[in-house]
């Protein structure tokens, strides 16, 4: 049998497939073929190839290399070691730094941060994802708060108040938070496949069969080679082009050609005029996920917020650490001071022995009180490490005795700011309502889609096509020695031999063409489905838009309880000036009396404790205040552009500017000692 040139090379390249798909399997059940096995605790563990964090955030070009799109990617692993800032804190063992400086470390350290700077990323992924026609993942807008002592639990209820708990929260298709439902969010009509698809099917078989008639082949060797190429575009429409071509051979007397060549392709546009119709309805994943970008962004804003609240809080609650332990020592050697002249005083007979006991026990309550300022100063100092530092796995790190050198600096008077004036400041500022205010958007855009769900299906498709017929004819066809078997009068006329070029010429020449207009319409009896998600999605958007009035409203609350907070403050450290004033004038009031013997030296010890109290208070009074300023500052949300912190920085994080908190400054003598009232020289 007569045999195209067509042929050998398909057979050929079968047999090339078949040995590499058989070399590969025998491979795959080879074990040494297999990849080394990682060893337990090995110093080398293996490691998947890694790229360049923006380089695989990127959909991968099929030049230069033709494999990238099907070839895995994997971003390389952040920083997961301290920043080099924290190296020149260090100090003899000791780590010394201002509140800028401890908020600096954790824009660059904090895992809290570490955590929320991937969301950014991920939400990168989504608008990748949506450019392709698929449903998107949704991203994660909430708030990590796992650096324990800002108020996380009973760390944070030990030394102080801060922000506390984690709150986790999601933006996307089909996901709902805060008592908001989602689940609508993404529907509508099928979005068709943006990126183009080509599928191949090959097949060659080879046939052979017992034959009860004389009409049937007993031998049939065939070859497929079929091609589709589909790809969907924004505006509803469906192009699919597809071309097929088969070459049968078979020892029938009644095949006219043996090989027959066929081949056939059809290129075909399917337009959606009602459900699927319009750019809104095709393009709201891409729309969404890029509003959920935003929505990424306004959390990382948030959680920046969050974290240096939180930071700032842990470092003044650090030096009122150091400020009560300096209180606890004052009043231990005050104790023991009071011991040793009741003794003295029991001795020569003029104190009762029980005043003795009375003072022993003083010490053992003070003693107790000294170790429990000393262990929460230990403890104040590991959260503030832990705050500012991605790991802590240096033994140095570990041990290093953390020293505040910052210390609060008030301004003389309050600014008298109208309340409406920081809650409009705070509507334009606060990341929440700016993720509320996008939610709804993405509702509205959702909505749009469900209510084209709505309608019929309604589709225009318009289809131009041919085919193509060749071969060589069939020495043993029957009509040719035989007319009359096949109602013949005569014998028909030998063709020549068509090659495959010419039967690809065919299927432009026309001669066997395929054209036609068709209207396909789909109409649910009922629609209850349909109904149902589109009175379901009104009914979230309404949801949507009560969460965004609910939070202005609890915005107002914040503004004006910071408000109230900031003034009651101020007034506590007025008093706790007055009072250090009061002690000071107390002290040097009885140490004049003490001079001419009007007044014992217990009382003068009992004033110069007073005194260090009252200084203790002051510094926790001023501690409470800046702390209310900060609240004002995050309810107002200005909190990062008064502490000059930019976003952009905080996504590298890497910091080029210190920040700059307000109403802090450096201690005259550089830092805290415990034990000692006054700053070390």
């Not at 689940?183 to 078989?205: K, N, R």
């Not at 004819?473 to 009068?489: E, F, H, M, R, T």
């Not at 068509?498 to 629609?527: F, W």
């Amino acid at each position: 049998m007569q045999r195209f040139a067509l042929w050998a090379p398909l057979k050929r390249s079968a047999v090339l497939v078949l040995s590499v798909l058989s070399v590969a399997a025998l491979r795959a059940q080879d074990p040494s073929a297999l990849p080394a096995t990682p060893v337990p605790n090995s110093n080398q563990p293996r490691q998947p190839q890694t790229t360049d964090l923006q380089q695989a955030l990127k959909p991968q070009p099929y030049f230069p290399r033709l494999l990238a799109p099907y070839t895995a990617q994997h971003p390389a692993l952040p920083r997961t070691g301290n920043s080099p800032r924290l190296d020149q804190f260090l100090h003899d063992g000791k780590l010394y730094f201002s509140i800028n400086d401890a908020v600096a470390l954790a824009l660059e350290n904090n895992l809290d941060l570490a955590i929320a700077r991937i969301n950014l990323k991920i939400a990168d992924t989504d608008i990748w994802k949506a450019d392709s026609g698929s449903p998107i993942s949704g991203v994660n807008a909430g708030v990590v708060q796992n650096t324990p002592g800002g108020g996380v639990g009973s760390l944070g209820a030990q030394i102080g108040s801060g922000e506390g708990g984690t709150t986790v929260g999601a933006g996307g298709a089909g996901v709902g938070a805060g008592g908001i439902v989602g689940s609508t969010l993404g529907s509508g009509a099928q979005v068709p496949s943006f990126d183009p698809v080509l599928t191949g099917s090959f097949q060659i078989e080879h046939q052979k069969s017992e034959c009860n008639t004389p009409l049937c082949a007993t031998n049939i060797d065939t070859g497929t080679a079929n091609f589709t190429y589909t790809q969907g575009f924004h505006w509803g429409t469906d192009m699919e082009v597809g071309f097929n071509n088969s070459r049968v051979s078979s020892n029938s007397i009644y095949n006219n050609l043996t090989p027959a060549l066929n081949s056939s392709f059809q290129f075909k546009l399917n337009h959606h005029l009602l459900q699927g119709f319009g750019l809104d309805t095709n393009t709201r994943y891409i729309q969404i996920a890029r509003n959920n970008r935003r929505i990424s962004d306004a959390a990382f804003r948030d959680q920046i917020v969050v974290t240096v609240n939180q930071i700032e809080n842990m470092y003044w609650d650090l030096v009122y650490a150091y400020e009560n332990l300096t209180v606890q020592k004052k009043q231990m050697d005050f104790a023991q001071t009071l011991l040793e002249n009741n003794k003295k005083q029991v001795e020569i007979g003029s104190l009762a022995p029980i005043e003795v006991v009375r003072a022993q026990s003083a010490i053992a309550t003070d003693q107790q009180s000294l170790t429990l300022a000393e262990t929460n100063l230990e403890l104040a100092q590991l959260l503030m490490k832990n705050a500012i530092t991605r790991t802590m796995d240096d033994p140095v790190l570990v041990d290093a005795e953390v020293i505040p050198t910052s210390t609060i600096e008030m301004s003389g008077q309050e600014p008298a700011v109208p309340t409406q004036e920081l809650v409009n400041e705070a509507f334009k500022r606060r990341p929440d309502l700016e993720e509320a205010l996008i939610n709804l958007t993405n509702a509205k855009i959702s909505g749009k889609a469900v209510r084209n769900a709505l309608l019929p299906t309604l589709d225009l498709s318009a289809y131009y096509g041919g085919a193509g017929l060749g071969g060589s004819q069939n020495p043993a066809y029957v009509c040719i020695s035989d007319p009359q078997i096949c109602g013949l009068k005569k014998a028909p006329a030998s063709k020549p031999s068509i090659s495959y070029g010419a039967t690809l010429n065919q299927l432009i020449d026309s001669s066997a063409s395929d054209k036609g207009v068709s209207l396909n319409l789909t109409i649910p009896i009922r629609n209850r489905a349909a109904q149902a998600t589109q009175v379901r999605s009104d009914l979230e958007s309404q949801q949507a838009q009560f969460l965004i009035q609910q939070l202005e409203n609890q915005i107002r609350i914040e503004v004006k309880n910071a408000q109230f907070g900031v003034q009651q403050n101020r007034a506590s450290v007025e008093a706790a000036k007055s009072a250090v004033d009061l002690a000071q004038q107390s002290l040097e009031a009885d140490r004049q009396k003490f001079d001419i013997r009007a007044a014992t030296s217990i009382t003068v010890l009992q004033d110069q404790a007073a005194l260090t109290q009252a200084e203790a208070t002051l510094i926790s009074a001023k501690i409470a205040y800046e702390k209310a300023v900060v609240q004002l500052d995050v309810a107002t949300g200005r909190l990062l552009d008064r502490a000059g912190i930019t976003i952009a920085d905080a996504e590298r994080g890497l910091l080029t500017e210190v920040p700059h908190v307000p109403n802090a400054t450096a201690h005259p003598s550089g830092h805290f000692t415990p034990g000692s009232t006054q700053p070390n020289p």
